[in-house]
T-cell receptor, first 114, second 113 residues
Framework: QKEVEQNSGPLSVPEGAIASLNCTYSDRGSQSFFWYRQYSGKSPELIMSIYSNGDKEDGRFTAQLNKASQYVSLLIRDSQPSDSATYLCAVPRPSSGSARQLTFGSGTQLTVLP | GAGVSQSPRYKVAKRGQDVALRCDPISGHVSLFWYQQALGQGPEFLTYFQNEAQLDKSGLPSDRFFAERPEGSVSTLKIQRTQQEDSAVYLC???????????FGPGTRLTVT
């Protein structure tokens, strides 16, 4: 089992819809979780971090964490064409301590159709 | 202020050549990370520095890969005797402290022919 798994997509949603991106992780001891956005040919950019069970909202983005199910998701409300990108879920490696050497999923490619 | 910079942005190497990839982190950032990203995959951790100390090199795929950060600022990732499977984008990230947000550079795309 891979340490971090994501549906590779591609995922297409119409403009204005909610895009739902999912991620599961294998290390039950993981305490922090990150969502990165990567535009084609560009570097990853951190958009959300979450540390506690439940929801965390930031503008149009909501991260949801369920540690019992080892599941973290990202919801994008009122999706815009500019949200079209690959979304990467990342979890610190078990051995990384406070330094957060990250393990990434393979990413979900999102396309928002105008 | 300036972000993380990497050079060269693109590198083509013949199989067997040595290459050196440079990373300039954000000024004052203590932590520096190298990742390798194959096409269609997420980045994979290679190595981590805190100042000049290489604290974790468990992700380096072979002894052909070597990284250094001698003065705690600029870092160089060196790949000896490149192989085709080394073709990837090499990303450098830095963070202010060990647990802070990582800022990624634009990457170096290495193609080994």
């Amino acid at each position: 089992q891979k340490e971090v798994e994501q549906n590779s997509g591609p995922l297409s949603v119409p403009e204005g819809a909610i895009a739902s991106l999912n991620c599961t992780y294998s290390d039950r001891g993981s305490q922090s979780f990150f969502w990165y956005r990567q535009y084609s040919g560009k570097s990853p950019e951190l958009i959300m971090s979450i540390y506690s069970n439940g929801d965390k909202e930031d503008g149009r983005f909501t991260a949801q964490l369920n540690k019992a199910s080892q599941y973290v998701s990202l919801l994008i409300r009122d999706s815009q064409p500019s949200d079209s990108a690959t979304y990467l879920c990342a979890v610190p490696r078990p051995s990384s301590g406070s330094a957060r050497q990250l393990t990434f999923g393979s990413g979900t490619q999102l396309t928002v159709l105008p | 202020g300036a972000g993380v910079s990497q050079s060269p942005r693109y590198k083509v190497a013949k199989r067997g050549q040595d290459v050196a990839l440079r990373c300039d982190p954000i000024s004052g950032h203590v932590s520096l990370f190298w990742y390798q990203q194959a096409l269609g995959q997420g980045p994979e951790f290679l190595t981590y520095f805190q100042n000049e100390a290489q604290l974790d090199k468990s992700g380096l795929p072979s002894d052909r890969f070597f990284a250094e950060r001698p003065e705690g600022s600029v870092s160089t990732l060196k790949i000896q005797r490149t192989q085709q499977e080394d073709s990837a984008v090499y990303l450098c990230a830095s963070s202010l402290g060990s647990g802070d947000e990582q800022y990624f550079g634009p990457g170096t795309r290495l193609t080994v022919t």
